[in-house]
Structures are given as C-alpha cells and as structure tokens.
C-alpha cells in the first residue's frame, strides 16, 4: 500500500545531489534530501499499523563518522527523532520513539553486532513489529532489541509527525 499523500522531496540548494531513475537519489557530496511538509501520511501509517520497515542503500564515504550521523529519519528536528538510522564509525545504529523512550528514542537503541560497514555498498533494513526491533545488514542478521512498550498509540496524540530526511555526510 502506498502513502497518501505522496511526499514531495526536496534536495534544496545542493547541486551535488540528483534523483535517479527509477525511485532512488545519487549524492556525490554532503547532502540533505528531505520532505517539503511534515510527513503526516507515513506517520499515521507507522501508527496505526504499530510497524515499520527501513530500506536503504548506501556507501558510507567514511568509516570513521562519529555521531551517530543520520542517514535516514522521521523527525521534527535533532532533538526530536521519531526513528533515526545513523552511522557510528563502522556501525549502524536504530533509534525508535516510543512510549518507553525519550523523544530522541533513547536509551532503547539498536546497534548492528559483529556486522559492520566495509564502505562498500551495502543494504541495510530495519524493522519492528510486535515490539522487536530488528537490523540486517547485505541480508546477514546484525541484531535484535526487544522494545517494552511496543505501541506508538501515546504518540499520535502528541503529534508522531516530523519531515523525512535522508542525508549524505562526505
């Protein structure tokens, strides 16, 4: 099933970035790709469906990024992160807001174990459903944490929303 409404993305003032065909976006330098409106319809659909899927491509230009640095989120700003993909070093890192967590998703977090990034492109996919977060790296299990409270149910009404970003840090 498809979000309604559909987002619409920006990449803003960089001209280092560009979308690609078919349903991708190549950065070639430090780059932000985010949504131009809060994104209400995955937000509701994250809620009302209590799961969620992350799926990502990339190459991490380094190795040695501190942060964690974010790849990919939903979120009203840095201190406010609905779920947060980031780089941590060789690292992955999952942060994912919950009734159990503070509005950063900490301290519940999920760290890729033993399966780190070889700055070679790489597919990452995070999931949660029924209160399991759960982190594959090139198909290979990379973790697992139970989250205690695992409804989102709280937060719609404290407003789960945020804009979708995807960043590039070279």
Request: with cysteine; glycine share 10%.
């Amino acid at each position: 099933p498809r979000v309604a409404p559909p987002l619409s993305l920006s990449f803003g003032r960089n001209e280092a970035a560009q979308f690609a065909s078919p349903n991708g976006a190549h950065f070639d330098h430090s780059s932000l790709l985010s949504s131009l409106e809060p994104a209400r319809g995955l937000s509701e659909r994250i809620v009302d469906s209590n799961a969620l899927s992350v799926v990502v491509w990339f190459k991490p230009m380094l190795l040695s990024q501190t942060g964690p640095a974010r790849i990919v989120s939903l979120s009203g700003g840095p201190a406010a992160s609905n779920f947060v993909l980031g780089q941590v070093g060789r690292e992955l890192e999952f942060r994912l807001r919950t009734k159990a967590t503070d509005r950063n998703g900490l301290p519940k977090r999920l760290r890729s174990e033993g399966i780190g990034l070889n700055g070679r492109l790489q597919n990452v996919t995070v999931t949660y459903a029924e209160g399991i977060l759960r982190m594959h790296i090139d198909g290979v299990h990379a973790g697992k944490v139970v989250v205690a409270t695992p409804t989102f149910g709280a937060l719609s009404q404290a407003g789960w929303l945020g804009w979708l970003c995807i960043t590039w840090f070279s």
